[in-house]
């Protein structure tokens, strides 16, 4: 099982940093995808990272402003989002995949086998 916190309402310009951990299993050879729908859209894929090499890709959009990292130590892999603008609110979702050799096209597809419930993040004044 999956799990996103860290959520929550944040000023336009401030930061927050999501958590994803694993009950049940170990992240460590699991590629970690970061998803969000914003309202009245489909869920895209902002950013991910490899298992092992810890390669991380990030959507145009968030580049620059948002950070990936895993801890597998803690069985946790965490987006710190910085700079933030309204039109990053919506829910994060992570998820993961043991699957795929991790490559740059799997971070905007959905296809990912396990899901976490998600996180409300709000970017309001």
């Known amino acids: 099982q999956l799990v996103e916190s860290g959520g929550g309402l944040v000023q336009p310009g401030g930061s927050l940093r999501l958590s994803c951990s694993a009950s049940?299993?170990?992240?460590?050879?699991?590629?970690i995808g970061w998803f969000r729908q914003a309202p009245g859209k489909t869920r895209e894929g902002i950013s991910c990272?490899?298992?092992?090499?810890?390669?991380?890709y990030y959507i145009d959009s968030v580049k620059g402003r948002f950070t990936i990292s895993r801890d597998n130590a803690k069985n946790t892999v965490y987006l710190q989002m910085n700079s933030l603008k309204p039109e990053d609110t919506g829910v994060y979702y992570c998820?993961?995949?043991?699957?795929?050799?991790?490559?740059?096209?799997?971070?905007?597809?959905?296809?990912?086998?396990?899901w976490g419930q998600g996180t409300q993040v709000n970017v309001s004044s």
């Open positions: 049940g299993f170990s992240l460590d050879a699991y590629s």
């Open positions: 990272i490899s298992s092992r090499d810890r390669i991380s």
């Open positions: 998820a993961a995949d043991p699957f795929t050799p991790f490559n740059q096209a799997m971070c905007i597809r959905t296809g990912w086998p396990y």
